[in-house]
């Protein structure tokens, strides 16, 4: 009996004894602010001749910016977009070559 008595209180001891969780407790609530960034980034195809490239800028809820591809007919096609709270997505697309 005594054996058993042992063994229940080094089990208790141990679960008392291990440490909380290690992150901390989370945030009570996370700040509601506007998104806001500027990105750009180009490719140069020596091969092709042809340079690449996507860039992007963002403040709260409008967003501008256009990008480039390379069609499967050859041609290369330039997207400029807008996206704006009260209009959404609107797109200027022209294939070149």
Request: hydrophobic share 30%; glycine share 8%.
């Amino acid at each position: 009996m005594f054996k058993i008595a042992f063994v229940v209180a080094v089990l208790l001891a141990a679960v008392s004894a291990r440490p909380s969780d290690p992150y901390g407790p989370p945030p009570q609530s996370y700040p509601d602010t506007p998104a806001q960034y500027d990105f750009k980034y180009a490719v140069k195809d020596d091969y092709s001749r042809n340079d690449y490239n996507h860039g992007e800028s963002r403040n709260g809820y409008d967003t501008k910016g256009s990008y480039q591809v390379l069609l499967p007919d050859g041609k290369i096609q330039t997207v400029e977009y807008t996206v704006s709270k009260d209009s959404g997505f609107v797109a200027n697309v022209v294939a070149q070559g």
